[in-house]
Structure formats: structure tokens, C-alpha cells
């Protein structure tokens, strides 16, 4: 089955920007989506479509993607951003259609 | 307003059965399709099923043969049926909304609810 990785964690300053990977095989070829989640809190949905921006979420969050990576950053990072951010494709050959990227920690320093 | 609220988790022993609700206001379950995605503790999102809005369903290899995605329309609820739990099936379990644009490419989670956790354990 199709394998999202993502680094464990990231740290950033704040004020700074924070990019967070996701690898796959040609993960360039399909749609990545980003989710955000506090501790104890269920998942948010920050980016979709690889960089289209759901009703809410600040323009500091954006994504790309290309060639084995996505990438989700975030400018001019804030206190309240820390969380951990996990991306996640549609796989849809196989029978494991979903597949979820490992998480990454994001640490404002 | 789209809520989610999940309902039927807590400890069972190995072997054991439970079946998860997830009521859900604001749209109609019948015409979005649905999913759980699992979360054992301290580690990834896991994605366990999907049901369509159809009659599809579709399950993660780790719980194919032991767990049954369905919903009842006229409570706007989904549900899961979870058999023959074991240790490893130990996780909060969260129910949501799933977007699948008309070119059907992609699949994404616009809505979660707030997470049922599941311990099983003797």
C-alpha cells in the first residue's frame, strides 16, 4: 500500500516559517490534503486539494506539491500553532484507498 | 451547523464486541459518505472504513472480517460494529464527513467529531 512519510518534528521561532514534508512515491500525481490537531482535540482541516484553504483557516497556511514531496507551510508562525500536522492522500488503486502521513510535531520555540 | 458526536467506546475485553455511534446534525448522512479514522495513543491517524453514500463500503486491511460500517438514515447516525476486538484495535475512535469532489480524484475529511475512546484490555 501507498506510504506517506513525514519528519517527527519540526521546530520553528515565532515569527518565523515552519515547513512540514510529506514524501511518497510520485505523491506529486495526486492531492494532498493537511490536517492540524491540539492535544485532546480532534483533527482540523487546513489545507485541501494540496493548497486550497478551507473557510477560516488564516492565509498563513498554505501547501505545494511536487515530484516525492508536499509540503505545508506556515508563515510568520504563532504560539497557538503548535500542533501536530498530519497529511493524508486517496490512494484510490488500491484497496486501502486512505492513507495518512505519520504526524509531525510542530514546536514553537 | 455540522456536528459530529460519537457515543459507545470504553474498556471490553479482548474478544469482546462494541458498536461506536456517531450522530451527526447539520446534513444528511445518507447523501455524504462517511468514515471512521482511529487514533491509538501517541501515535498517527489511522483510517479503519468508509461507506459511501451509495451502499460502498470500504475497510483498512487491519480490521477486514471484524468491523462493519453502516448508518441509519432515518436517525442521521453512522455506526460501527466492532467484533472480535483485540489489543491493538485500542484507540479514540472519530467519525467524519468525507468530501469527494465531482472528479471523484480525491477524498478528504471536512468535518470530525470529538472522538470515543475504545480500551480494550482483560
Partial sequence: ?109 | EVQLVESGGGLIQPGGSLRLSCAASGFAVSSNYMSWVRQAPGKGLEWVSVIYSGTGTYYADSVKGRFTISRDNSKNTLYLQMNSLRAEDTAVYYCARVVVPASSSSLWFDYWGQGTLVTVSS
Fill in chain 1, 1 to 109: 500500500s501507498y506510504v506517506l512519510t513525514q519528519p517527527p518534528s519540526v521546530s520553528v521561532a515565532p515569527g518565523q516559517t515552519a515547513r512540514i514534508t510529506c514524501g511518497g512515491n510520485s505523491i506529486g500525481s495526486k492531492s494532498v490534503h493537511w490536517y492540524q490537531q491540539k492535544p485532546g482535540q480532534a483533527p482540523v482541516l487546513v489545507i485541501y486539494y494540496d493548497s486550497d484553504r478551507p473557510s477560516g483557516i488564516p492565509e498563513r497556511f498554505s501547501g505545494s506539491n511536487s515530484g516525492n514531496t508536499a509540503t505545508l507551510t506556515i508563515s510568520r508562525v504563532e504560539a497557538g500553532d503548535e500542533a501536530d500536522y498530519s497529511c493524508q492522500v486517496w490512494d484510490g488503486t488500491g484497496d486501502h484507498p486512505v492513507v495518512f502521513g505519520g504526524g509531525t510535531k510542530l514546536t514553537v520555540l
